[in-house]
């Protein structure tokens, strides 16, 4: 068993990447913290073989994106060339509008899911869902996320566990990732902390009061390939600032 290879999902980043030059700025800075693989999400009108070059350049392997799933469903050959362009092998998707969060919009998923993922694998790449909180709403016994990974097989859908929004929902990160082990390419960590005035916030990795070892262990048995640093919100520390913070204190977990 292998650790995974800690990345920077750049939606951390988002509100400095709607240009090239931004993005260009990013991407050097966060090569410069240390990070060797990134996740591309959130990013303005750009040009993909200027991001290519600049992330070969940096010695960054792009190891997933966000694409939004109507590109899936009406732009797969530009979603498969972009890509093939970025050399990156699983394309997730960020989440889905809120129709698809009930029975029949699961089934409906699963069914507009089918061809997108064969083609997908066709050309050599798989298809992840990252979840927030809200998919761990129940529509019957079970959450609609557990209906999703118990219906889906893992060869069509592969699970991006994002671990604040596990604890979120009330479940417990370390259990969902061994649920799906084997078929969990991607994970995002985020930690969690608490204000004196009961406010969950996000926080960077080690800096809250999740059970790292616990997750990191459970991800090395899952068979996770990359860990994603993620922080939706910052609060008052700039961006790279929380990047760095949280790259750091994984090193000292033993990732690398």
């Not at 693989?37 to 993909?48: E, L, M, N, R, Y």
């Amino acid at each position: 068993m292998t650790m995974p290879i800690v990345g920077a999902q750049l939606y951390t980043c988002r509100q400095f990447c709607k240009d090239m030059e931004g993005v260009a700025d990013t991407l050097k800075k966060v090569a410069d913290i240390g990070y060797r693989s990134i996740q591309i999400s959130g990013f303005g009108d750009v040009d993909w073989n200027d991001v290519a070059k600049m992330t070969e350049d940096l010695g960054l392997d792009v190891a997933a994106t966000h694409t939004k799933w109507p590109r899936f469903l009406n732009e797969l050959d530009e979603v498969i060339a972009e890509h093939k362009l970025l050399k990156c092998p699983h394309p997730a998707v960020g989440g889905l509008p809120g129709e698809y969060h009930t029975a029949d919009g699961l089934k409906r998923f699963l069914e507009e899911l089918a061809p997108v993922a064969k083609r997908l694998a066709e050309e050599g790449m798989d298809f992840s869902y990252h979840n927030h909180n809200h998919e761990l709403a129940r529509i019957g016994e079970k959450t609609w996320l557990a209906e999703l990974y118990e219906q889906a097989h893992p060869d069509m859908l592969k699970a991006e566990i994002d671990t604040y929004w596990i604890q979120a929902g009330g479940g417990g990160p370390a259990a969902w990732i061994r649920m799906c082990a084997g078929r969990q390419p991607l994970v995002h960590f985020k930690d969690m902390s608490i204000t004196p005035d009961r406010e969950l916030r996000m926080a960077e990795i080690g800096e809250g009061n999740l059970n790292w070892s616990e997750i990191i262990d459970a991800c090395v048995e899952a068979g996770v390939e990359y860990a994603l640093v993620e922080q939706d919100n910052c609060y008052e520390r700039d961006p790279f600032e929380s990047l760095e913070i949280s790259y750091r204190n994984l090193r000292e977990m033993g990732l690398k």
